[in-house]
């Protein structure tokens, strides 16, 4: 069975930041778009970033931009969301997802909740 295995969550101080990997258990993720998501306690889940495999669109929510870098290594099968600059609104858990078939799951205007694959969950947590 497939999955995605994350990594690299863990409490880190405002300004401070961390790198996510998500790391597939038996796709090739070079025909896959990505992305990520969060859920912080009492809130919905939302869009982080994504990448389309189809166009090559990157898409940012806008309270990350210029903080976070969604980006993958081909070669190591590895996909990351370097995140700088963090602040405690940023605390959450951190979902990364890829979708093969659906073209329409990362868009300039966000990203679906329809990728058909998810990680498991990484708790980052910004406090001082």
């Known amino acids: 069975q497939l999955e995605l295995v994350e990594s690299g969550g863990g409490l880190v101080q405002p300004g401070g930041s961390l790198t996510l990997s998500c790391e597939p258990s038996?796709?090739?993720?070079?025909?896959?778009?990505i992305g990520w998501f969060r859920q912080a306690p009492g809130r919905e889940r939302e869009g982080v970033s994504c990448?389309?495999?189809?166009?090559?669109?990157?898409y940012y929510l806008d309270s990350v931009k210029g903080r976070f870098t969604i980006s993958r290594d081909n070669a190591k099968n590895i996909m990351y969301l370097q995140m700088d600059d963090l602040n405690p609104e940023d605390t959450a858990v951190y979902y990364c997802?890829?979708?093969?078939?659906?073209?329409?799951?990362?868009?300039?205007?966000?990203?679906?909740?329809?990728?058909?694959?998810w990680g498991q969950g990484t708790q980052v947590t910004v406090s001082s």
């Open positions: 997802v890829a979708e093969y078939a659906d073209r329409s799951v990362c868009g300039t205007s966000g990203l679906t909740k329809a990728f058909s694959y």
């Open positions: 038996s796709l090739a993720l070079s025909y896959y778009s």
């Open positions: 990448q389309s495999h189809w166009n090559g669109t990157i």
